[in-house]
Nanobody, 126 residues
Framework: QVQLVESGGGLVQAGGSLRLSCAASGLTFSGRTLGWLRQAPGKEREFAATISWSGATTAYADSVKGRFTISRDNAKSTVYLQMNNLAPEDTAVYYC???????????????????WGQGTQVTVSS
C-alpha cells in the first residue's frame, strides 16, 4: 500500500536546473528519514542526498555538495531535490526512498530497510 512517486525529471542542458518531487502515500510521512539516490548507466546506485526524520540534518554526496538541496514538506508528504548547475555526470535515474522505520538515523543503505519509488530519468546534455 506504500507508494513513492517521483516526478520532475527530464532533459536539461549543462548548467541548468531541475526540481524533483516525490509524493508519498500509505505511510506516516513525518518522523521518517528520506533520501534521493541515483543510478547512472553502468554504475551502481548511490546516495545523492538524505534528510533526517526531523528535517534538521541533511547529507550529500561529495559530487553534488553545493549544487543539490534536499527538503521536505510533511504537510504534503513530499520530499524534494533541487538540482542546480547540472553537469552531464549527473545523468542518471533518480529514486526517492523512505525509511521503513520511523526516527531512524542515519538512513540505512539496505534495500529491505527502505521503501522505494520507481525512479525518474534526468539527462544532462553538454
Amino acid at each position: 500500500q506504500v507508494q513513492l512517486v517521483e516526478s520532475g525529471g527530464g532533459l536539461v542542458q549543462a548548467g541548468g536546473s531541475l526540481r524533483l518531487s516525490c509524493a508519498a502515500s500509505g505511510l506516516t510521512f513525518s518522523g521518517r528519514t528520506l533520501g534521493w539516490l541515483r543510478q547512472a548507466p553502468g554504475k551502481e546506485r548511490e546516495f545523492a542526498a538524505t534528510i533526517s526524520w526531523s528535517g534538521a540534518t541533511t547529507a550529500y554526496a561529495d559530487s553534488v555538495k553545493g549544487r543539490f538541496t534536499i527538503s521536505r514538506d510533511n504537510a504534503k508528504s513530499t520530499v524534494y531535490l533541487q538540482m542546480n548547475n547540472l553537469a552531464p555526470e549527473d545523468t542518471a535515474v533518480y529514486y526517492c526512498a523512505a525509511a521503513k522505520s520511523r526516527f531512524t538515523a542515519p538512513m540505512s543503505r539496505l534495500d529491505e530497510n527502505n521503501y522505494w519509488g520507481q525512479g525518474t530519468q534526468v539527462t544532462v546534455s553538454s
